[in-house]
């Protein structure tokens, strides 16, 4: 592009009379492309005749010189693409030990702060021992000083025999270079870590405790000692049940010597096994009431959730999604379902999932209309009559017009989302009629007690000895309120 400027200077000049007609030699050139580097003695000579001219030449060098960090840029940015390019491999870490935020999809380190640190240590014994390896490795099959010759894998060359008695002594040796070097015996939790999970991969690399307890009594493995914690320091149990679940580490193996990922239900049962004490309210709540945490950790996704769409919908100025809101009305409906259930025994006034105020953007007066819903509403069969109880069964009426009022109490087992109970129940007329003698009934509540079948006998009086049957629905307000009320509210 320069070029074709200082041409069409050149010519534009020698046309004007201001340049004499050597200004044709030097054009001339540049066209054959004679003066790449713009440095003929016929242009210097142009370039002393006109400053427009000269100022041209004088960028030169500036471009060669941009046009050069150009062709480097586009270079690396080509090696850059490429998949075999050096910046684009990735270098795993090797990992022996499970980590204490491994489960609930990553997400359990969150629950506690012990959890958090033991992922660090164990960062820290993972890269030592990787830096421990990469020394054995390059040592080659020859000595070094105390440290002796590893054994290298007869299938693949390169790489260290980890079985092997030798390639251990020299990890061994190796490690306890490294960690000196770095002082990491000064903490006691970084000592701790180290110590309990070397021990556990050479007897797992070994596939044999005695042959382990023999190797890491040498001098190669018997600096590692007993590290102790501080008094209180929860990262002990937490490493305990990390590394609780084991298995083979090989088929044939006679041993069940490698560890595991454990899930979170068997983290949390592991945590309390190892009489770990929580420092969070909410690992608190997991250990001690595993359906209540699921309930309100459930609860809180479903209001980020919530807001997210809301957020989202007014920003796009629309509607939100009819299928986030139904979703949404789903899980609050189960979350705090399963929150109150879980908090029994209790005296509960009010059983329905209808929320204490109002979310934002709704209007408190939808919260008085879903509560003029009744809670339970029942189809009973006494004999060949029906009847329709409220929430609190204070008003029944049977098909002959009598009214009622029904009190009962039921002792009520839950296990896996089924209730049984059995108790029973007394009906006062209305009328005048006398209280007869009480009955007895069974309930089986499904789906978290919505829906529950009562069956039974009236009463136990000679008489009155009519069969119940009922087929009831519970939380009805809560149901109206989350899947019509709330939702429409937000539109």
């Given amino acids: 592009m320069l070029r074709v400027m200082l041409s069409a200077s050149l010519l534009e000049e020698q046309v004007a009379g201001t340049l004499p007609s050597s200004a044709a030699e030097a054009r001339a050139a540049l066209a054959a492309g004679l003066d790449a580097n713009l440095e003929s003695a016929a242009l210097r000579a142009m370039a002393a005749a006109s400053d427009r001219i000269g100022r041209l030449v004088a960028l030169a060098p500036r471009l060669r010189t941009l046009s050069t960090r150009a062709g480097t ?51 820290v014994y993972d890269a030592v021992v990787q830096i421990a390896t990469h020394e054995c490795e390059v040592q080659g099959p020859y000595p070094v000083g105390d440290r002796p010759a590893a054994v290298f894998r007869a299938d693949a060359p390169l790489l260290l025999d980890a079985s092997a008695k030798e390639t251990q002594r020299c990890l061994g040796q190796a490690l306890r270079a490294i960690v000196d070097d770095l002082g990491l015996r000064r903490s006691s939790r970084a000592a701790f870590v180290i110590a309990k999970l ?79 004490v929580p420092s969070s309210p909410s690992m608190r709540e997991a250990l001690s009431d595993r359906d209540r945490w699921t309930a309100h950790l459930a609860g809180r996704l479903v209001d980020r959730a919530a807001a997210v769409e809301i957020f989202s919908s007014e920003r796009a100025r629309r509607a939100p999604s009819d299928v986030v809101l139904t979703g949404v009305g789903l899980g609050q409906l189960w979350a705090r379902r399963a929150q109150r259930l879980s908090g029994a025994p209790a005296l509960d006034l009010d059983p329905s999932t209808i929320p204490a105020r109002s979310p934002e953007g709704a209007h408190p007066a939808l919260l008085a209309a879903a509560h003029l819903l009744p809670y339970r509403v029942s189809l009973v069969r006494v004999t060949s009559w029906f009847s329709v109880e409220s929430v609190a ?96 509210a937000r539109k």
């Fill in 393 to 488: 069964d204070l008003l029944a009426i049977e098909g002959s017009g009598r009214v009622t009022s029904i009190f009962g109490l039921i002792p009520t087992l839950r296990a896996r989302g089924v209730s049984l109970g059995a108790g029973a129940q007394s009906v006062f007329p209305w009328n005048g009629d006398g209280v007869v003698t009480p009955g007895v009934i069974g309930r089986i509540g499904l789906l978290q007690e919505r829906l529950a079948i009562t069956f039974g006998i009236r009463s136990l009086s000679i008489g009155h000895r009519d069969a119940v049957v009922a087929l009831s629905v519970s939380d009805l307000n809560g149901l109206a309120y989350w899947l019509a009320l709330w939702g429409a």
């Fill in 73 to 123: 840029v586009a270079a690396d940015a080509a090696l850059l693409s490429s998949a075999n390019a050096l910046e684009r491999q990735l270098v795993l870490s090797r990992r022996f030990s499970p980590l204490g935020g491994g489960a609930l999809l990553n997400f359990s380190g969150f629950l506690d702060r012990p959890l958090r640190d033991l992922d660090f240590y164990s960062g």
């Fill in 198 to 276: 070397s021990r556990l991969e050479v007897t797992a690399q070994l596939g044999n405790r005695s042959a382990a307890a023999l190797l890491l009594a040498e001098p190669a493995w018997n600096w590692l000692g007993d590290s102790e914690l501080p008094s209180g320091d929860q990262l002990g149990a937490a490493l305990l049940a990390v590394t609780s679940r084991t298995g083979p580490c090989r088929e044939g193996a006679t041993e069940s010597l490698c560890l595991a990922d454990p899930t979170f239900e068997e983290l949390l049962d592991a945590l309390q096994r190892s009489g770990y």
